[in-house]
């Protein structure tokens, strides 16, 4: 049985009508009939009732034509892997992250996809924001994770934005702010604080300052970091108190953390596609991951 006396078959059934299908087809209505019957003959078993006006589906009928439309689709999806490699499409999506937010909703991410996608290989690039906005100006990753002004860097890649993150303070947890439930940015004049180094997030160090200053006042910075670890660590230890997004606090249970209002402080987190990828499965992925945040988004964390 060849592929077209299923296609013929199943025009069939989603027009309703010989007549029509064979229409859509550019044949004639006995030659559609003719081939039909031939798929009848061969399997011998009736797949039509043609007793009545309309000719309809037997229940033999319904159970082939699922297993045809099936049929169909493997064979297209091959069709289009075959030619996605000759026209240097790649089986591989090198995705570049830093390890901080995504612990919170990659990895159910990365589960639903790699369902729907079995055949495609997932490469995470896991770095500090500054190495990971530098491998991908050398065209090392399809896609970069993280904050918006730093992905802002990458002239060669088109961002979208994922969601605007929620500020907390966090805190040791003998701090004496322990019995409160938010906090201004204006309370955080008299605090020391820890934030990311330079070498961790060139435009993340500049934008935090910039917040503070923002918000009326010059930090009084006791610590640069060089890594997430390293921040909620010395925070553990009461070195000082720092600013980060809620969404970065998943299973992070060593401090206290308190909302953070009436601050500059602003954190958009972004995903960025390089445009000189040809491979249509980064462009599945991207749609998948904005797709997650518009149903789930909000039960991240």
Known sequence: MDLRKIEYFLAAVEYGSFTQAAKNCNISQTAISQQIQS???????QLFDRSEYRAKLTFAGKKFCRRCKHIINDYYNAVEEIKSLENGYSGNINIGISGIIEKSFLQKILQNYSQNNPNINIELKENNPNNLVENAKKNNLDIVFGNESKLKELEEFELYSVFDCEMYVITSKDHHWNN??????????????????????????????????????EPNITKLVDSFGELIFMVSINRGIAVLPKESLYKVESVNAFKLNKSHHKFEYCIARNKNSKNKHVDVFVQNVLDFFNNEGDKII
């Open 39 to 45: 798929i009848e003959n061969e399997l011998g078993i």
């Open 180 to 217: 409160r439930f938010e906090v201004t940015g204006k309370d955080l004049e008299s605090e020391p604080l820890i934030i990311f180094s330079k070498e961790f997030s060139s435009s993340y160090h500049k934008d935090t300052i910039k917040y503070f200053e923002n918000d009326g006042f």
